[in-house]
């Protein structure tokens, strides 16, 4: 039978135990909500970039071409890719017609 001491020993570690895993716990949920919140900035900043992107390659076409089928609007506008939108964009600056431009964005998109 374990003394007074012993017991109280015991309890000491395992109260001990219980509140290192809770303070385990908090921290880990605290740095998953961190480690989320980066995150979700992160991919709201590339998606902003993406559709500015976007939206600057369909402003160039109408500049130099005139109004944008919206066929073509639609498929750039489902590129999920700013890699490929601004080498678009600077092939839009080469082409001499937006039936060019076309082909060379179906070419980009296989």
């Not at 290192?20 to 992160?42: D, F, K, L, T, W």
Request: glycine share 10%.
């Amino acid at each position: 039978m374990p003394t007074i001491a012993e017991r109280w020993i015991q309890q000491g570690m395992e109260k001990g135990l219980q509140q290192g895993i809770q303070q385990g716990i908090q921290q880990g949920i605290q740095q998953g909500i961190q480690q989320g919140i980066q995150q979700g900035i992160q991919e709201g900043i590339q998606r902003g970039l993406l559709l500015d992107a976007q939206e600057m390659l369909l402003e160039a076409l109408e500049e130099r071409f005139g109004i944008v089928p919206r066929s073509i609007a639609k498929k750039i506008k489902e590129i999920d890719s700013r890699e490929v939108v601004k080498g678009l964009f600077k092939i839009a600056m080469r082409v001499n017609s937006l039936e060019e431009f076309e082909d060379k964005l179906k070419i980009a998109l296989r």
